[in-house]
């Protein structure tokens, strides 16, 4: 079992919806949780970090965590072309040396 | 913000040669570097730690004998592929850390695109 799991997609929906991305994992040690956005061919781009479970807002995006379930989640309201990316989640333990990936939901948003 | 500036961002060698990659830290001086490969459509797979002034923590399957880590500043370190062969090929994204973050901290290079031939 791997210790970030994601639904790799890909994901396509119309401009102006709503996208759920998520995903779960496996070591309870895991104590920060984050997304990025990454482009094609280039470098991940922080989007949001949570540390409690709970949600967090930053514009049209939503980051949700439950530690209980093990499950993060986030959403982008109002979804835009320029959101079509490949997102990451991550997690890291207290220690922040161990930052694991999920493997990226590629997204499409059409016009 | 803390920027981390990757190069070259694309490189074509032949079998056998050796390729360095930088990564330095502009506006802050990062005491822990992370090195990772990505595969087409997989996520990024961490493959090395590397400390400023000491030797670099590789992940397990990882050669370091292959892939050589220097962090000889606090702003820069730099991955060699040796011996390069077209399994190498692959993109390569560092990241780091500024000294005394900790939540939110690790920024990310650009990446590199390695293809050799």
């Known amino acids: 079992q791997k210790e970030v799991e994601q639904d790799p997609g890909p994901l396509s929906v119309p401009e102006g919806a709503i996208v759920s991305l998520n995903c779960t994992y496996s070591?309870?040690?895991?104590?920060?949780f984050m997304w990025y956005r990454q482009y094609s061919r280039k470098g991940p781009e922080l989007l949001m970090y949570?540390?409690?479970?709970g949600n967090k807002e930053d514009g049209r995006f939503t980051a949700q965590v439950d530690k209980s379930s093990k499950y993060i989640s986030l959403f982008i309201r109002d979804s835009q072309p320029s959101d079509s990316a490949t997102y990451l989640c991550a997690m890291t333990s207290q220690n922040n040396n161990d930052m694991r990936f999920g493997a990226g939901t590629r997204l499409t948003v059409k016009p | 913000g803390a920027v981390v500036s990757q190069h070259p961002s694309r490189v074509i060698c032949k079998s056998g040669t050796s390729v360095k990659i930088e990564c330095r830290s502009l506006?802050?001086?990062?005491?822990?570097m992370f090195w990772y490969r990505q595969f087409p459509k997989q996520s990024l797979m961490l493959m090395a730690t590397s400390n400023e002034g000491s030797k670099a923590t590789y992940e397990q399957g990882v050669e370091k004998d292959k892939f050589l880590i220097n962090h000889a500043s606090l702003t820069l370190s730099t991955l060699t592929v040796t011996s390069a062969h077209p399994e190498d090929s692959s993109f390569y994204i560092c990241?780091?850390?500024?000294?005394?973050?900790?939540?939110?901290?690790?920024?990310f290079g650009s990446g590199t695109r390695l293809t050799v031939v």
């Open positions: 506006d802050f001086q990062a005491t822990t």
């Open positions: 070591n309870s040690a895991f104590q920060y």
């Open positions: 990241s780091a850390r500024p000294g005394g973050q900790g939540l939110g901290g690790y920024t």
């Open positions: 949570t540390y409690s479970s």
